[in-house]
């Protein structure tokens, strides 16, 4: 199996507070993708990744910041976390483009 | 933009087949295909690049038209262990650095005795 870790695991936060999620891999891999997952919508890309500093939006990407300062963690930031953003959020990473994307086990975010 | 998958959902006898169909209203570079059981994580199931061949995976293949950016998962035979919700990903023409992986809202698939 692909080192990828997520964590916290679950997570229930309250309306208005600042979350983190973190993503870390052991592959060494240069893709890393942040998801959100709600029924009826499949997985949405919030943010990617192709290199450390690098990074660009997905299609939800309103409402989230992300950070990658080393090839190994991907952050993903709730600035100010609304019920809307209740969710699961999956990690993914892949090696190069148009290549396996692995994913992580998922975050269940609650915001209440 | 998200690809979009049809049929949503299907239930299927042991021994079925099915199709689930993909389509983008871009330009597409690849497509993936994902499988997730309930609760876990999408495990990768194959990968169809722009010009390439007709992917198989034991019993399940998919195709790929470039001219009219869809793709297709044939399940043949389908077995209990098929059940789950299937995702495709496609990748929009490449600009040689980035690469947005981009998922359908997926097909639910039962298949039953």
């Known amino acids: 199996d692909a080192g990828i870790t997520q964590s916290p695991r679950h997570k229930v936060t309250e309306t208005g507070t600042p979350v983190t999620l973190r993503c870390h891999q052991t592959?060494?891999?240069?893709?890393m993708y942040w998801y959100r997952q709600d029924p009826g919508h499949g997985l949405r890309l919030i943010h990617y990744s192709y290199g450390v500093k690098d990074t660009d939006k997905g299609e939800v990407s309103d409402g989230y910041s992300v950070s990658r300062s080393k090839t190994e963690d991907f952050l993903l930031t709730l600035e100010s976390a609304t019920s809307s953003q209740t969710s699961v959020y999956f990690c993914a990473i892949s090696e190069r483009v148009s290549a396996e994307a692995f994913f992580g086990q998922g975050t269940r975010l609650t915001v209440v | 933009q998200q690809p979009v998958q049809s049929p949503q959902a299907v239930i299927l006898r042991e021994g079925e087949d099915a199709v689930i169909n993909c389509s983008s209203s871009?330009?597409?570079?690849?497509v993936h295909w994902y499988r997730q059981k309930h609760g876990e994580a999408p495990v990768f199931l194959m990968i169809?690049?722009?010009?390439?061949e007709q992917k198989g995976h034991d019993k399940i293949s998919a195709s790929f038209n470039e001219k009219k950016q869809q793709s297709s998962l044939y399940l043949t035979a389908s077995q209990l262990s098929y059940s789950g919700t299937y995702f495709c990903?496609?990748?929009?023409?490449?600009?040689?650095?980035?690469?947005?992986?981009?998922f359908g809202t997926g097909t639910r698939l039962q298949v039953t005795l």
């Open positions: 990903g496609t990748e929009s023409t490449w600009s040689g650095t980035a690469s947005k992986l981009t």
């Open positions: 871009k330009a597409l570079y690849s």
């Open positions: 169809l690049l722009k010009g390439g």
């Open positions: 592959e060494n891999h240069r893709y």
